[in-house]
């Protein structure tokens, strides 16, 4: 055996690395995060929920399956333990209720500053009674502008003038896991039912 052949031999492995090449590494994490983005936006609903800027995520999702398959295998090990407990922390305190209470929180708010408009527009027109359209809004979380639709709905007198209404809040896409809808009524009731329909005053009060 030559000299050449003995110090190869010899020569320690990389302490960090695998066997895995960088391109095949590269290659397989693409193929991974590719297939778990293809499920988490199924139907389009991660897209809908959040914004372009959040697909930072699948990359650093993309960097950890790079890390994983390049390092050897202690490593890997490691690298479990270590993202394991905080992935189930993060799924744990963050499930459907919990991606949907700013939405939900934010539709309420909007309800309740389109009857606070609606009754400064009667109290400066108070012979013309309610607006005939919804008046604009500015929310602290406007997003809920996107999951939710709102829908007027006037009771006139005989001569035409709004005496009472309905704001319905209703989601833009249930199939998204948004079940929640709400009803503002003038007087400042909200009511609220997760069947698939606009709520009623019938429906759960919403405590203030």
Not at 32 to 52: D, K
Not at 87 to 92: A, K, M, N, Q
Not at 143 to 149: D, I, P, S, T, W
Not at 155 to 180: E, K, V, W
Request: charged share 20%; proline share 5%; with cysteine.
């Amino acid at each position: 055996m030559s000299d050449m052949e003995t110090n190869a031999a010899q020569k320690p492995k990389n302490w960090f690395r695998s066997d895995v090449s960088w391109t095949k590494a590269v290659a397989w994490s693409a193929l991974v995060t590719s297939i778990l983005f293809a499920l988490a936006n199924w139907h389009g609903c991660w897209l809908f929920r959040q914004e372009f800027r959040d697909l930072v995520v699948f990359l650093y999702l993309f960097g950890w399956l790079v890390l994983f398959l390049a390092a050897r295998t202690k490593w890997r090990i490691l690298l479990l333990v270590v993202t394991i407990p905080a992935v189930i922390l993060h799924f744990g305190l963050n499930g459907i209720p919990e991606m949907n209470a700013s939405a939900e929180s934010g539709a309420v708010e909007a309800l309740r500053q389109m009857q606070s408009n609606l009754h400064a527009y009667r109290d400066e027109h108070h012979q013309q009674g309610y607006a005939d359209a919804l008046p604009p809004v500015k929310l602290s979380y406007p997003r809920a502008l996107k999951y939710y639709r709102f829908d007027y709905v006037p009771s006139r007198s005989a001569d035409g003038r709004i005496l009472n209404y309905l704001i319905q809040a209703t989601p833009t896409r249930r199939d998204c896991d948004f079940y929640r809808s709400f009803t503002i009524r003038d007087d400042g009731r909200v009511f609220w039912t997760v069947e698939p329909r606009a709520a009623t005053p019938s429906d759960e009060f919403l405590p203030e």
